[in-house]
């Protein structure tokens, strides 16, 4: 059963999630199912979601809630683990760090305080797995004043996201912008509504390269349209003769087929 599918049957505890977050999951997070991973989501809700988590990446994978609610401690059971505190206190989040992680996953759909989303990312990005990822949702919040956010407002955490992906190219800008680590552990940054994700691996610097001439399958592609035009020659002459190519044996096709080759100085072998 796939994630959306979960969610739709999902008779268990409430789960409160935009639906054009699910492909995105599924994309994402898909690579991680059935392994000894370990997903910390910010912001409990009402405990659906972090039930559906150990649905959707299995058996193996530990996960872990953060909320500044205590009644969510009632979430935990199992591979579910819950700590209550905030995640803009930098000592909690330190200690979550410490006693779960490294993570393969943050979600983070906590306060959505562009201040909360940028100190969260900045503290806990650099712990991650060197293959983790990084995701924040809920983003429409930075484009509102209540949430410290607003349009190309200094401190949104849309705006640090496009520092980012000047930092992810730095190796264009010509010295304009320094390789910082986030430009050496990340390997892409994607955009959705309201949302955004943030791959880790080993950033290889980049190059080009050309192979071949004319490209091997413009070769192909040229072998192939000379065979076709043969094997047509070979089926007209046998129809001059008289002779349907489908009735032919292999044998008699292929001798059909020399005496084309033959006839342009080709050896039919």
Not at 15 to 24: A, L
Not at 37 to 62: D, N
Not at 76 to 92: L, W
Request: glycine share 10%; net charge neutral.
């Amino acid at each position: 059963m796939n994630l959306w599918s979960d969610f739709l049957t999902n008779e268990q505890r409430v789960i409160h999630k935009c639906v054009h977050y699910f492909p995105v999951y599924e994309r994402h997070f898909g690579r991680f199912r059935n392994l000894s991973v370990t997903m910390l989501e910010i912001g409990c809700g009402k405990g659906g979601s972090l039930e559906m988590w150990r649905r959707f990446l299995g058996p193996f994978a530990s996960i872990v809630g953060i909320d500044i609610r205590p009644e969510c401690k009632a979430f935990e059971g199992g591979t579910i683990a819950v700590r209550i505190g905030d995640q803009g206190n930098s000592s909690f989040l330190a200690a979550v760090n410490e006693e779960f992680g490294p993570f393969d996953i943050v979600l983070d759909d906590g306060s959505h305080q562009s201040k909360d989303m940028v100190s969260t990312f900045k503290q806990l990005y650099t712990k991650l797995q060197r293959s983790g990822v990084y995701m924040v949702e809920d983003m429409q919040t930075c484009y509102w004043p209540n949430f410290g956010g607003g349009y190309k407002a200094p401190g949104s955490f849309m705006e640090f996201c496009k520092d980012l992906l000047d930092e992810l190219n730095a190796d264009h800008t010509r010295g304009a912008v320094p390789s910082t680590e986030f430009h050496q552990t990340t390997t892409s940054i994607h955009f959705y509504d309201g949302a955004a994700v943030f791959e880790k691996g080993r950033h290889t610097r980049n190059f080009h390269m050309q192979i071949g001439g004319a490209s091997a399958i413009q070769k192909q592609r040229t072998q192939r349209e000379k065979r076709t035009i043969v094997r047509q020659e070979a089926q007209q002459l046998a129809s001059d003769q008289g002779r349907e190519w489908k009735d032919l044996t292999l044998e008699e096709q292929r001798a059909y087929i020399g005496q084309v080759l033959a006839s342009r100085g080709k050896d039919p072998g």
